[in-house]
């Protein structure tokens, strides 16, 4: 175990947009696949954050299933998706 509280990491940096890895869209190497390197119609996005690549994939229409350590990202990405 890392000994992080990724609980207290979002909480903390939500303020100023999240945390330095929540860029507010994919990260650019997982982007690259979204058109054609995803097998669908389900995907598991594990360590979802605050569900920028699962709101991209459930946009293209896939089935995602979302999950993080984090309730507090877990939260985030939960209002994420219900703003989408």
Same mark, same amino acid.
Request: charged content about 15%.
């Given at each position: 175990?890392?000994?992080?509280?990724?609980?207290?990491?979002?909480r +903390?940096?939500? @303020?100023?947009?999240?945390?330095?890895?929540?860029?507010?869209?994919?990260q650019?190497?997982? @982007?690259a $696949?979204l058109d054609?390197? #995803?097998?669908?119609?389900k $995907?598991?996005?594990?360590g979802?954050?605050?569900?920028?690549? *699962? $709101?991209?994939?459930?946009?293209?229409?896939?089935e #995602?299933? *979302? #999950?993080?350590?984090?309730? #507090?990202?877990?939260?985030? @990405?939960r209002? +994420? @998706?219900? *703003?989408?």
């Open positions: 175990m890392t000994g992080f509280d990724y609980d207290e990491i979002y +903390e940096a939500a @303020a100023s947009g999240g945390p330095a890895w929540s860029i507010g869209v994919p650019p190497a997982l @982007a $696949v054609g390197g #995803v097998r669908g119609p $995907v598991l996005d594990v979802c954050g605050p569900g920028d690549l *699962a $709101v991209a994939l459930a946009r293209r229409g896939y #995602v299933t *979302a #999950v993080d350590i984090s309730s #507090v990202a877990i939260d985030m @990405a209002a +994420e @998706a219900a *703003a989408a």
